[in-house]
Protein backbone atom coordinates (compact mmCIF):
# COMPACT_ATOMS: atom_id res chain seq x y z
CA UNK A 1 0.00 0.00 0.00
CA UNK A 2 2.87 2.26 0.36
CA UNK A 3 2.80 2.72 -3.61
CA UNK A 4 -0.89 3.82 -3.08
CA UNK A 5 -0.29 5.85 -0.50
CA UNK A 6 2.65 7.62 -2.27
CA UNK A 7 0.34 8.32 -5.11
CA UNK A 8 -2.55 10.05 -3.48
CA UNK A 9 -0.20 12.88 -2.12
CA UNK A 10 -0.63 16.07 -4.19
CA UNK A 11 1.44 16.18 -7.81
CA UNK A 12 1.38 19.92 -8.83
CA UNK A 13 3.58 21.04 -11.14
CA UNK A 14 3.97 24.45 -12.71
CA UNK A 15 6.18 23.24 -16.11
CA UNK A 16 3.94 23.60 -19.20
CA UNK A 17 2.32 20.53 -20.73
CA UNK A 18 3.73 18.67 -23.82
CA UNK A 19 0.02 17.44 -24.86
CA UNK A 20 -1.93 20.33 -23.72
CA UNK A 21 -4.68 20.82 -26.42
CA UNK A 22 -6.52 23.77 -27.04
CA UNK A 23 -9.02 23.14 -24.49
CA UNK A 24 -8.43 22.11 -21.10
CA UNK A 25 -8.43 18.68 -20.48
CA UNK A 26 -7.14 16.01 -18.49
CA UNK A 27 -5.37 13.80 -20.38
CA UNK A 28 -3.92 10.22 -19.24
CA UNK A 29 -1.15 9.40 -20.90
CA UNK A 30 2.86 7.77 -20.81
CA UNK A 31 3.87 11.67 -19.87
CA UNK A 32 4.54 12.61 -16.03
CA UNK A 33 2.20 13.39 -13.95
CA UNK A 34 1.49 17.03 -13.66
CA UNK A 35 -0.99 19.00 -12.11
CA UNK A 36 -3.11 16.31 -10.49
CA UNK A 37 -3.70 15.47 -6.93
CA UNK A 38 -4.66 12.34 -5.94
CA UNK A 39 -6.50 11.82 -2.09
CA UNK A 40 -8.99 9.28 -0.86
CA UNK A 41 -9.69 7.75 -4.50
CA UNK A 42 -10.52 10.89 -6.50
CA UNK A 43 -7.85 11.93 -8.71
CA UNK A 44 -8.65 15.56 -9.82
CA UNK A 45 -6.69 18.36 -11.53
CA UNK A 46 -5.12 21.30 -9.90
CA UNK A 47 -4.79 23.26 -12.74
CA UNK A 48 -6.95 23.60 -16.34
CA UNK A 49 -4.25 21.51 -18.12
CA UNK A 50 -3.57 18.31 -16.72
CA UNK A 51 -1.69 14.87 -16.78
CA UNK A 52 -2.17 11.77 -15.06
CA UNK A 53 0.50 9.23 -15.81
CA UNK A 54 -1.25 5.98 -17.29
CA UNK A 55 1.22 3.80 -15.00
CA UNK A 56 0.32 5.59 -11.61
CA UNK A 57 -3.24 4.96 -12.77
CA UNK A 58 -2.69 1.77 -13.19
CA UNK A 59 -1.06 1.16 -9.44
CA UNK A 60 -4.45 2.86 -8.14
CA UNK A 61 -7.01 1.15 -9.21
CA UNK A 62 -4.93 -1.87 -9.11
CA UNK A 63 -5.05 -1.59 -5.91
CA UNK A 64 -9.00 -0.12 -5.10
CA UNK A 65 -11.83 2.38 -6.63
CA UNK A 66 -10.92 5.36 -8.45
CA UNK A 67 -12.54 8.31 -9.62
CA UNK A 68 -10.67 10.87 -12.75
CA UNK A 69 -12.44 13.89 -12.45
CA UNK A 70 -12.01 16.77 -14.00
CA UNK A 71 -13.26 19.58 -11.18
CA UNK A 72 -10.84 20.22 -8.63
CA UNK A 73 -10.26 22.92 -5.83
CA UNK A 74 -10.81 26.20 -7.97
CA UNK A 75 -10.35 24.50 -10.96
CA UNK A 76 -12.67 23.39 -13.69
CA UNK A 77 -10.98 21.51 -16.72
CA UNK A 78 -13.51 20.57 -20.02
CA UNK A 79 -12.71 16.75 -20.83
CA UNK A 80 -11.05 13.38 -20.34
CA UNK A 81 -8.79 12.33 -22.59
CA UNK A 82 -7.42 8.83 -22.18
CA UNK A 83 -4.11 8.58 -24.70
CA UNK A 84 -2.17 5.46 -23.58
CA UNK A 85 -3.52 2.06 -23.00
CA UNK A 86 -4.71 1.08 -19.80
CA UNK A 87 -5.47 -2.77 -18.48
CA UNK A 88 -6.10 -3.24 -14.58
CA UNK A 89 -6.67 -6.84 -13.30
CA UNK A 90 -8.53 -6.37 -10.11
CA UNK A 91 -12.07 -5.85 -9.24
CA UNK A 92 -11.87 -2.14 -8.96
CA UNK A 93 -14.38 0.04 -10.55
CA UNK A 94 -12.46 2.83 -12.48
CA UNK A 95 -14.58 6.38 -13.13
CA UNK A 96 -14.13 8.92 -15.54
CA UNK A 97 -16.56 12.06 -14.56
CA UNK A 98 -16.37 14.78 -16.89
CA UNK A 99 -17.49 18.24 -16.98
CA UNK A 100 -18.46 18.10 -20.46
CA UNK A 101 -16.22 14.94 -23.09
CA UNK A 102 -14.75 11.73 -22.94
CA UNK A 103 -12.64 10.72 -25.89
CA UNK A 104 -11.31 7.66 -25.44
CA UNK A 105 -8.45 7.06 -27.97
CA UNK A 106 -6.55 4.05 -26.19
CA UNK A 107 -7.68 0.82 -25.31
CA UNK A 108 -9.39 0.58 -21.53
CA UNK A 109 -9.13 -3.19 -20.71
CA UNK A 110 -10.97 -4.55 -17.00
CA UNK A 111 -9.12 -7.78 -17.50
CA UNK A 112 -10.85 -8.98 -14.16
CA UNK A 113 -13.74 -8.37 -12.65
CA UNK A 114 -13.57 -4.61 -13.05
CA UNK A 115 -15.91 -2.19 -13.46
CA UNK A 116 -16.17 1.11 -15.52
CA UNK A 117 -18.35 4.25 -14.98
CA UNK A 118 -18.31 6.71 -17.54
CA UNK A 119 -20.21 10.35 -16.89
CA UNK A 120 -20.27 13.28 -18.96
CA UNK A 121 -22.01 16.78 -19.02
CA UNK A 122 -21.53 16.74 -15.40
CA UNK A 123 -21.87 20.71 -14.94
CA UNK A 124 -21.28 21.02 -18.19
CA UNK A 125 -23.06 20.65 -22.00
CA UNK A 126 -22.26 19.26 -25.42
CA UNK A 127 -20.26 17.00 -24.52
CA UNK A 128 -19.79 13.39 -25.73
CA UNK A 129 -18.11 10.25 -25.45
CA UNK A 130 -16.46 9.31 -27.48
CA UNK A 131 -13.58 6.50 -28.69
CA UNK A 132 -11.49 7.29 -31.98
CA UNK A 133 -8.48 5.32 -33.35
CA UNK A 134 -7.62 1.98 -31.44
CA UNK A 135 -9.98 3.70 -28.81
CA UNK A 136 -12.29 0.66 -27.24
CA UNK A 137 -13.59 -0.10 -24.16
CA UNK A 138 -12.82 -4.20 -23.34
CA UNK A 139 -13.74 -6.58 -20.40
CA UNK A 140 -13.12 -9.94 -19.88
CA UNK A 141 -15.93 -10.91 -17.54
CA UNK A 142 -19.62 -10.24 -18.60
CA UNK A 143 -20.43 -9.67 -14.74
CA UNK A 144 -18.08 -6.40 -15.16
CA UNK A 145 -20.60 -3.46 -13.94
CA UNK A 146 -20.77 -0.64 -16.36
CA UNK A 147 -22.31 2.56 -16.38
CA UNK A 148 -22.70 5.24 -18.64
CA UNK A 149 -24.39 8.74 -17.33
CA UNK A 150 -26.27 6.76 -14.38
CA UNK A 151 -27.54 4.22 -16.52
CA UNK A 152 -26.56 0.44 -16.03
CA UNK A 153 -25.60 -1.49 -19.42
CA UNK A 154 -25.81 -5.18 -19.87
CA UNK A 155 -22.61 -6.24 -21.64
CA UNK A 156 -22.43 -9.47 -24.45
CA UNK A 157 -20.12 -10.80 -26.61
CA UNK A 158 -21.63 -12.29 -29.00
CA UNK A 159 -23.63 -11.85 -31.70
CA UNK A 160 -26.22 -14.24 -31.17
CA UNK A 161 -25.97 -12.96 -27.75
CA UNK A 162 -26.76 -9.08 -28.80
CA UNK A 163 -29.89 -10.76 -30.75
CA UNK A 164 -31.56 -12.52 -28.11
CA UNK A 165 -30.93 -9.39 -26.02
CA UNK A 166 -32.61 -6.94 -27.94
CA UNK A 167 -35.34 -9.08 -29.62
CA UNK A 168 -36.31 -10.27 -25.64
CA UNK A 169 -35.98 -6.70 -24.72
CA UNK A 170 -35.64 -3.73 -27.13
CA UNK A 171 -35.75 -1.36 -24.49
CA UNK A 172 -32.97 -2.58 -22.74
CA UNK A 173 -29.01 -0.86 -22.30
CA UNK A 174 -26.54 -2.99 -24.10
CA UNK A 175 -22.95 -3.13 -24.63
CA UNK A 176 -20.00 -4.37 -26.19
CA UNK A 177 -17.42 -6.66 -24.06
CA UNK A 178 -15.04 -7.01 -26.68
CA UNK A 179 -15.15 -7.07 -30.37
CA UNK A 180 -17.55 -9.78 -31.83
CA UNK A 181 -17.24 -11.82 -35.36
CA UNK A 182 -20.36 -12.34 -36.95
CA UNK A 183 -19.46 -14.59 -39.44
CA UNK A 184 -20.88 -17.59 -38.31
CA UNK A 185 -24.33 -17.31 -39.52
CA UNK A 186 -26.00 -15.67 -43.09
CA UNK A 187 -28.60 -14.02 -42.59
CA UNK A 188 -31.16 -13.87 -45.11
CA UNK A 189 -33.27 -10.80 -46.26
CA UNK A 190 -35.00 -9.37 -42.57
CA UNK A 191 -33.08 -7.72 -40.21
CA UNK A 192 -31.96 -9.94 -37.31
CA UNK A 193 -33.35 -7.24 -35.28
CA UNK A 194 -36.67 -5.70 -35.51
CA UNK A 195 -37.19 -2.95 -32.96
CA UNK A 196 -34.57 -1.26 -30.69
CA UNK A 197 -36.19 1.44 -28.48
CA UNK A 198 -33.23 1.40 -25.99
CA UNK A 199 -29.87 1.65 -26.57
CA UNK A 200 -26.82 -0.36 -27.98
CA UNK A 201 -22.97 1.05 -26.91
CA UNK A 202 -20.00 -0.40 -28.77
CA UNK A 203 -17.97 1.34 -26.55
CA UNK A 204 -15.74 1.30 -29.58
CA UNK A 205 -16.02 -2.32 -30.28
CA UNK A 206 -16.28 -3.70 -34.30
CA UNK A 207 -18.72 -6.41 -35.36
CA UNK A 208 -17.02 -7.92 -38.31
CA UNK A 209 -18.50 -10.19 -41.33
CA UNK A 210 -22.00 -9.53 -40.89
CA UNK A 211 -23.49 -10.98 -44.29
CA UNK A 212 -26.88 -10.42 -45.17
CA UNK A 213 -28.93 -11.34 -48.30
CA UNK A 214 -32.28 -10.50 -49.86
CA UNK A 215 -33.51 -12.69 -52.10
CA UNK A 216 -37.37 -12.37 -52.01
CA UNK A 217 -39.24 -8.66 -52.98
CA UNK A 218 -39.36 -5.58 -50.53
CA UNK A 219 -36.91 -6.76 -48.41
CA UNK A 220 -34.83 -4.67 -46.39
CA UNK A 221 -31.76 -6.07 -45.55
CA UNK A 222 -29.62 -4.33 -41.98
CA UNK A 223 -28.71 -4.78 -38.82
CA UNK A 224 -31.73 -3.25 -37.44
CA UNK A 225 -35.16 -2.75 -39.35
CA UNK A 226 -36.20 0.16 -36.58
CA UNK A 227 -34.55 2.45 -34.46
CA UNK A 228 -37.41 3.97 -32.62
CA UNK A 229 -37.42 7.63 -30.86
CA UNK A 230 -36.26 6.53 -27.89
CA UNK A 231 -33.47 4.54 -29.42
CA UNK A 232 -29.31 5.09 -29.53
CA UNK A 233 -26.62 3.08 -31.77
CA UNK A 234 -23.34 4.31 -30.44
CA UNK A 235 -19.92 4.23 -30.82
CA UNK A 236 -20.72 0.92 -32.42
CA UNK A 237 -17.93 -0.43 -35.63
CA UNK A 238 -19.38 -2.20 -38.22
CA UNK A 239 -16.31 -3.87 -40.68
CA UNK A 240 -16.50 -5.71 -43.59
CA UNK A 241 -20.41 -6.23 -43.68
CA UNK A 242 -21.19 -7.85 -46.66
CA UNK A 243 -25.15 -6.94 -47.82
CA UNK A 244 -26.36 -8.60 -51.37
CA UNK A 245 -30.33 -8.22 -52.80
CA UNK A 246 -31.11 -9.65 -55.70
CA UNK A 247 -34.91 -9.32 -56.03
CA UNK A 248 -36.91 -5.81 -57.52
CA UNK A 249 -38.03 -3.13 -55.06
CA UNK A 250 -35.57 -3.90 -52.37
CA UNK A 251 -33.38 -1.05 -50.22
CA UNK A 252 -30.32 -1.91 -48.11
CA UNK A 253 -28.57 -0.39 -45.38
CA UNK A 254 -25.82 -1.10 -43.05
CA UNK A 255 -27.01 -0.14 -39.56
CA UNK A 256 -30.37 0.61 -39.76
CA UNK A 257 -33.75 0.57 -42.24
CA UNK A 258 -35.13 3.34 -40.45
CA UNK A 259 -33.94 5.83 -37.84
CA UNK A 260 -35.78 7.40 -35.47
CA UNK A 261 -33.45 8.29 -32.81
CA UNK A 262 -30.16 8.72 -32.72
CA UNK A 263 -26.85 7.53 -33.95
CA UNK A 264 -23.91 8.53 -32.56
CA UNK A 265 -19.88 8.13 -33.22
CA UNK A 266 -21.01 4.94 -35.65
CA UNK A 267 -18.64 3.72 -38.71
CA UNK A 268 -19.74 1.28 -41.45
CA UNK A 269 -17.63 -0.43 -43.55
CA UNK A 270 -18.41 -2.96 -46.38
CA UNK A 271 -19.72 -3.91 -49.39
CA UNK A 272 -23.55 -3.53 -50.89
CA UNK A 273 -24.06 -5.14 -54.13
CA UNK A 274 -27.78 -4.64 -55.66
CA UNK A 275 -26.87 -5.76 -59.35
CA UNK A 276 -28.18 -8.48 -59.51
CA UNK A 277 -32.23 -6.35 -59.59
CA UNK A 278 -33.61 -5.66 -62.41
CA UNK A 279 -36.05 -2.86 -60.96
CA UNK A 280 -35.31 -0.59 -58.63
CA UNK A 281 -32.82 -1.68 -56.22
CA UNK A 282 -31.08 0.95 -53.99
CA UNK A 283 -28.38 0.91 -51.21
CA UNK A 284 -27.06 2.77 -48.57
CA UNK A 285 -24.17 2.75 -46.31
CA UNK A 286 -25.89 3.10 -42.68
CA UNK A 287 -29.49 3.91 -43.24
CA UNK A 288 -32.10 4.18 -45.80
CA UNK A 289 -34.79 6.60 -43.97
CA UNK A 290 -33.62 8.55 -41.10
CA UNK A 291 -36.16 10.93 -39.46
CA UNK A 292 -33.65 11.19 -36.30
CA UNK A 293 -30.14 12.80 -35.80
CA UNK A 294 -26.87 11.23 -36.84
CA UNK A 295 -23.81 12.50 -35.47
CA UNK A 296 -20.30 12.17 -35.44
CA UNK A 297 -20.82 8.80 -37.87
CA UNK A 298 -19.05 7.71 -40.85
CA UNK A 299 -19.59 4.65 -43.43
CA UNK A 300 -16.28 3.60 -45.89
CA UNK A 301 -18.48 1.51 -48.52
CA UNK A 302 -18.67 0.20 -52.07
CA UNK A 303 -22.20 0.14 -53.55
CA UNK A 304 -23.06 -1.07 -56.82
CA UNK A 305 -27.15 0.08 -56.91
CA UNK A 306 -29.40 1.44 -58.90
CA UNK A 307 -29.43 4.47 -56.96
CA UNK A 308 -26.98 4.66 -53.78
CA UNK A 309 -26.18 7.00 -51.16
CA UNK A 310 -22.85 6.68 -49.27
CA UNK A 311 -24.25 7.57 -45.60
CA UNK A 312 -28.03 7.89 -45.96
CA UNK A 313 -30.32 7.23 -48.47
CA UNK A 314 -33.50 9.43 -47.48
CA UNK A 315 -32.81 11.94 -45.04
CA UNK A 316 -36.17 13.40 -43.95
CA UNK A 317 -37.86 16.55 -43.00
CA UNK A 318 -37.16 15.61 -39.29
CA UNK A 319 -33.91 14.36 -40.05
CA UNK A 320 -30.42 15.86 -38.77
CA UNK A 321 -26.80 14.96 -40.29
CA UNK A 322 -24.27 16.61 -38.48
CA UNK A 323 -20.48 16.03 -38.26
CA UNK A 324 -20.77 12.83 -40.14
CA UNK A 325 -18.75 11.79 -43.44
CA UNK A 326 -18.34 9.32 -45.96
CA UNK A 327 -15.74 7.54 -48.48
CA UNK A 328 -15.88 5.16 -50.87
CA UNK A 329 -17.04 4.39 -54.20
CA UNK A 330 -20.94 4.48 -55.54
CA UNK A 331 -21.87 2.93 -58.76
CA UNK A 332 -25.74 3.25 -59.72
CA UNK A 333 -27.41 2.85 -63.10
CA UNK A 334 -29.68 5.73 -61.68
CA UNK A 335 -29.13 8.25 -59.40
CA UNK A 336 -26.62 9.06 -56.46
CA UNK A 337 -24.92 11.22 -53.35
CA UNK A 338 -21.77 11.02 -51.88
CA UNK A 339 -23.21 11.44 -48.59
CA UNK A 340 -26.90 11.59 -48.94
CA UNK A 341 -29.43 10.94 -51.82
CA UNK A 342 -33.02 12.44 -50.92
CA UNK A 343 -32.55 15.61 -48.76
CA UNK A 344 -35.15 16.94 -47.13
CA UNK A 345 -33.79 17.87 -43.93
CA UNK A 346 -30.83 19.21 -42.47
CA UNK A 347 -27.04 18.57 -43.36
CA UNK A 348 -24.59 20.34 -41.28
CA UNK A 349 -20.70 20.05 -40.84
CA UNK A 350 -20.86 16.77 -43.17
CA UNK A 351 -18.55 16.05 -45.53
CA UNK A 352 -17.90 13.00 -48.61
CA UNK A 353 -14.70 11.93 -50.46
CA UNK A 354 -16.36 9.62 -52.90
CA UNK A 355 -16.20 8.53 -56.13
CA UNK A 356 -19.47 8.89 -57.86
CA UNK A 357 -19.85 7.18 -61.11
CA UNK A 358 -24.01 7.05 -62.47
CA UNK A 359 -26.25 6.49 -65.17
CA UNK A 360 -27.67 7.98 -68.25
CA UNK A 361 -30.64 10.01 -66.51
CA UNK A 362 -29.21 10.21 -62.85
CA UNK A 363 -29.37 13.50 -60.69
CA UNK A 364 -26.11 13.22 -58.64
CA UNK A 365 -23.59 14.86 -56.08
CA UNK A 366 -20.49 14.92 -54.57
CA UNK A 367 -22.42 15.80 -51.51
CA UNK A 368 -26.44 15.29 -51.63
CA UNK A 369 -28.43 13.99 -55.06
CA UNK A 370 -31.47 16.14 -54.72
CA UNK A 371 -32.10 18.67 -52.45
CA UNK A 372 -34.81 20.21 -54.57
CA UNK A 373 -36.92 22.01 -51.71
CA UNK A 374 -34.02 23.54 -50.11
CA UNK A 375 -33.98 22.45 -47.10
CA UNK A 376 -30.53 22.77 -45.55
CA UNK A 377 -27.15 22.34 -46.29
CA UNK A 378 -24.23 24.37 -44.50
CA UNK A 379 -21.11 24.32 -43.88
CA UNK A 380 -20.31 21.07 -45.76
CA UNK A 381 -17.85 20.30 -48.32
CA UNK A 382 -17.39 17.38 -51.28
CA UNK A 383 -14.54 16.33 -52.76
CA UNK A 384 -13.47 13.22 -55.07
CA UNK A 385 -15.71 13.02 -58.32
CA UNK A 386 -19.06 12.73 -60.05
CA UNK A 387 -19.53 11.18 -63.38
CA UNK A 388 -22.74 10.89 -65.05
CA UNK A 389 -24.44 10.22 -68.14
CA UNK A 390 -26.80 12.09 -70.65
CA UNK A 391 -30.36 12.47 -71.49
CA UNK A 392 -31.03 15.80 -69.18
CA UNK A 393 -28.66 13.99 -65.90
CA UNK A 394 -28.29 16.52 -63.36
CA UNK A 395 -24.41 16.36 -61.79
CA UNK A 396 -22.91 18.63 -59.50
CA UNK A 397 -19.57 18.69 -57.61
CA UNK A 398 -21.48 18.90 -53.93
CA UNK A 399 -25.35 18.27 -55.30
CA UNK A 400 -26.98 17.26 -58.27
CA UNK A 401 -30.14 19.27 -58.11
CA UNK A 402 -30.65 22.11 -55.11
CA UNK A 403 -33.03 24.78 -53.56
CA UNK A 404 -31.77 28.08 -52.28
CA UNK A 405 -31.19 27.15 -48.70
CA UNK A 406 -27.15 25.89 -48.90
CA UNK A 407 -24.77 28.38 -47.33
CA UNK A 408 -20.93 28.28 -46.59
CA UNK A 409 -20.23 25.13 -48.61
CA UNK A 410 -18.08 24.40 -51.07
CA UNK A 411 -16.93 21.87 -53.72
CA UNK A 412 -13.33 20.22 -54.92
CA UNK A 413 -14.96 17.22 -57.06
CA UNK A 414 -14.20 16.65 -60.55
CA UNK A 415 -17.76 16.31 -62.66
CA UNK A 416 -18.19 15.20 -66.01
CA UNK A 417 -21.28 14.50 -67.92
CA UNK A 418 -22.59 12.91 -71.41
CA UNK A 419 -24.48 14.32 -74.06
CA UNK A 420 -27.59 16.71 -73.11
CA UNK A 421 -26.42 17.18 -69.17
CA UNK A 422 -26.68 19.75 -66.68
CA UNK A 423 -23.13 19.68 -64.65
CA UNK A 424 -21.64 21.87 -62.59
CA UNK A 425 -18.81 22.47 -60.54
CA UNK A 426 -20.77 23.01 -57.40
CA UNK A 427 -24.59 22.01 -58.35
CA UNK A 428 -25.98 20.17 -61.50
CA UNK A 429 -29.32 21.51 -61.65
CA UNK A 430 -31.23 24.45 -59.76
CA UNK A 431 -35.25 24.18 -60.59
CA UNK A 432 -35.66 27.81 -59.15
CA UNK A 433 -33.68 30.87 -59.48
CA UNK A 434 -32.40 30.84 -56.59
CA UNK A 435 -29.48 32.66 -55.00
CA UNK A 436 -27.31 30.89 -52.35
CA UNK A 437 -24.84 31.85 -49.66
CA UNK A 438 -21.06 32.23 -49.62
CA UNK A 439 -20.85 28.81 -51.88
CA UNK A 440 -17.82 28.01 -53.81
CA UNK A 441 -16.34 25.54 -56.28
CA UNK A 442 -12.94 24.75 -57.46
CA UNK A 443 -12.36 25.85 -60.67
CA UNK A 444 -9.28 23.46 -60.58
CA UNK A 445 -10.38 20.34 -59.39
CA UNK A 446 -13.66 20.22 -61.19
CA UNK A 447 -12.73 20.95 -64.49
CA UNK A 448 -15.52 23.91 -65.45
CA UNK A 449 -15.62 27.57 -65.20
CA UNK A 450 -19.40 26.71 -64.91
CA UNK A 451 -20.89 26.61 -61.03
CA UNK A 452 -24.30 25.21 -61.73
CA UNK A 453 -25.45 23.38 -65.00
CA UNK A 454 -28.26 25.52 -66.16
CA UNK A 455 -27.17 28.73 -65.13
CA UNK A 456 -29.64 30.06 -63.37
CA UNK A 457 -28.77 31.04 -59.60
CA UNK A 458 -26.60 33.45 -57.88
CA UNK A 459 -24.13 33.53 -55.17
CA UNK A 460 -21.66 30.74 -56.47
CA UNK A 461 -17.86 31.85 -56.64
CA UNK A 462 -15.63 29.95 -58.55
CA UNK A 463 -11.87 29.81 -56.85
CA UNK A 464 -9.12 28.24 -58.37
CA UNK A 465 -7.25 25.31 -56.22
CA UNK A 466 -4.48 27.94 -55.35
CA UNK A 467 -7.08 30.57 -53.62
CA UNK A 468 -8.83 28.11 -51.78
CA UNK A 469 -5.85 26.31 -50.02
CA UNK A 470 -3.84 30.36 -49.58
CA UNK A 471 -7.24 31.05 -47.11
CA UNK A 472 -10.92 30.00 -45.94
CA UNK A 473 -13.32 32.05 -48.68
CA UNK A 474 -15.14 35.14 -47.69
CA UNK A 475 -18.16 33.63 -45.09
CA UNK A 476 -16.90 30.64 -44.17
CA UNK A 477 -15.97 31.21 -40.21
CA UNK A 478 -12.87 30.24 -38.67
CA UNK A 479 -14.41 28.90 -35.40
CA UNK A 480 -15.73 25.89 -37.99
CA UNK A 481 -13.68 25.99 -40.93
CA UNK A 482 -9.81 25.78 -41.00
CA UNK A 483 -6.79 24.85 -43.55
CA UNK A 484 -3.24 22.69 -42.90
CA UNK A 485 -1.40 22.04 -45.62
CA UNK A 486 -1.07 18.36 -44.47
CA UNK A 487 -5.09 17.66 -44.01
CA UNK A 488 -7.24 17.55 -46.97
CA UNK A 489 -4.72 18.69 -49.38
CA UNK A 490 -4.54 22.09 -48.23
CA UNK A 491 -8.44 22.49 -48.63
CA UNK A 492 -10.89 23.90 -45.76
CA UNK A 493 -12.04 21.43 -43.69
CA UNK A 494 -14.41 21.59 -40.61
CA UNK A 495 -12.82 21.85 -37.30
CA UNK A 496 -15.10 19.40 -35.53
CA UNK A 497 -15.15 16.79 -38.14
CA UNK A 498 -11.18 16.35 -40.17
CA UNK A 499 -10.46 13.93 -42.23
CA UNK A 500 -7.83 12.03 -42.08
CA UNK A 501 -3.91 13.23 -42.27
Same mark, same amino acid.
Given at each position: ?????????????????????????????????????????????? /?????????????????????? !?????????? &?????????????????????????? &????????????????????? $? $?????????????????????????????????????? %?????? %?????? %?? +?????????????????????????????????????????????? =??????????????? &????????????????????????? $????? $? +?? #??????? &????????????????????????????????????????????????? !??????? /??????????????????????????????????????? =??????????????????????????????????????????????????????????? #????????? !????????? #??????????????????????????????????????????????????
Amino acid at each position: MRARAALFTVLSLSAALSDSKAVADVMISNNATQNMACSSGICAPT /AANAVLNVTDLKILVDSGDVTV !TTTGAGVQAN &EIVIAAPLGWASAATLSLDAFTSIAI &EKLLYAKGRGGLTLTTNDGGA $G $GVLSFAGKGRARFAKLSSRVVINHTFYKLVNNFRSLIK %AVRGNP %AGFYGL %AD +TIDASAKLYGGAPPMKMLAGTVEGLGNTISRFTIRCAHSNCHPALF =YQVAASGAVSNLRLA &EENVVVSHNRSVAAGLAYTNYGVLS $GDSIE $G +TF #DASRCEV &ECAASGMVVNNDGSIIHSSSDVTITAAEGAGLVFENNSAGTIEMSHANG !TIAASGG /AGGLVYLNYGKIDESYADTVVGTGSTGTSGGLVGNDDEG =YGITDSYAVGSVAGGGNEARIGGLVGSAGPNTKTSYSASAVSGGANSWVGGFLGFAPYS #DSFSDCYWD !TTASGTEQG #DGNGEVSGLTGLTTQQLTAALPAGFDPAIWTEASNINNGLPYLINNPPPK
